[in-house]
């Protein structure tokens, strides 16, 4: 969830970091949510040098610009799976 806009040195930070740490799948709303969404995936390809991402490593990306903070966060506990890894709430 992010209110503001932020630098894209800062957002790439952050999409490194969720990769890094195991995130599999990435719910963006608010300010540049398209922006985050992609931010995600490049640094998901870049971390496997842009070849196949194995399935257990794919991070499965949406961006929510058109829907309000409750319906993405609705999405996301009741509507977000993962095609190969269980994913905990």
Same mark, same amino acid.
């Given at each position: 969830?992010?209110?503001?806009? #932020?630098?894209? *040195?800062?957002? @790439?930070?952050?999409?490194?970091?969720?990769?890094?740490?195991?995130?599999?799948?990435?719910? %963006?709303?608010?300010?540049?949510?398209?922006?985050?969404?992609?931010?995600?995936?490049? #640094?998901?390809? *870049?971390?496997? @040098?842009?070849?196949?991402?194995?399935?257990?490593?794919?991070?499965?990306?949406?961006?929510? %610009?058109?829907?309000?903070?409750?319906?993405?966060?609705?999405?996301?506990?009741?509507?977000?799976?993962?095609?190969?890894?269980?994913?905990?709430?």
């Amino acid at each position: 969830m992010v209110e503001a806009a #932020v630098t894209d *040195e800062f957002r @790439n930070a952050i999409a490194e970091w969720l990769v890094k740490t195991g995130c599999l799948y990435m719910v %963006a709303w608010g300010d540049q949510c398209s922006e985050w969404d992609d931010a995600v995936d490049w #640094v998901n390809l *870049e971390d496997t @040098n842009f070849e196949e991402i194995p399935d257990d490593r794919f991070v499965m990306t949406t961006w929510h %610009a058109q829907e309000s903070l409750a319906e993405s966060i609705w999405f996301a506990k009741h509507v977000a799976l993962h095609p190969h890894v269980l994913l905990v709430w």
